[in-house]
């Protein structure tokens, strides 16, 4: 008996975002993070999502198929990055984001490994990220993909909360 045939995913591009789409960017990462809880709608970290990025000191990326932007992720080099970034060489993986109807499809893992690989073509040395205590899908994400923690980069947001710090260093070219 043949076996039954899995419909084919639609192919998924991640490319450079355009400056036009930087607008729909902010608001499925702000959606993103609102849908799974990781965001109160009075935060003020809203509008960070909202911009991150999108005054050139970091490169975004966006998975997009058939014209449809389902996800993105940010790079950002040293000296630009936020908490974590302290030396020179050093990279950070900010905002990553998939849309909530497009999960289970393997985009978070294609912008993940497309900013590990733009990362390298910059030379970045170490690759770092925060995430949230709570973001277990993601640090599991993170962690297949080689990254371990670091607790001594944990940061403090306020008393009381804090981001957890994973690193990965990057082959040397």
């Known amino acids: 008996m043949p076996q039954p045939r899995c419909p084919l995913q639609p192919t998924v591009d991640v490319r450079d975002a355009r400056p036009e789409e930087f607008g729909p960017i902010g608001e499925l990462r702000v959606a993103a993070y609102l849908a799974d809880g990781f965001l109160s709608a009075a935060s ?26 389902l996800g993105t992720v940010t790079l950002v080099t040293w000296p630009h990055g936020g908490e974590v970034l302290r ?34 073509a910059r030379e970045v040395r170490e690759l770092l990220l925060l995430t949230q205590p709570d973001m277990r899908t993601a640090q599991h994400l993170y962690a297949e993909a080689g990254f371990e923690r670091l607790p001594q980069r944990d940061y403090e947001y306020a008393p009381g909360h804090h981001l957890l710090a994973f690193g990965l260093p990057m082959a040397e070219g």
């Open 44 to 69: 003020g970290y809203a509008d960070t999502l909202r911009i991150l990025g999108m005054d050139g000191t970091g490169e975004i990326l966006a998975a997009v198929d058939d014209g449809r932007i």
């Open 87 to 120: 030396n020179p060489g050093e990279g950070e993986v900010r905002a990553l984001a998939v849309a909530a109807a497009a999960r289970g499809r393997g985009i978070g893992r294609a912008l993940l490994t497309a900013v590990m690989r733009r990362a390298a």
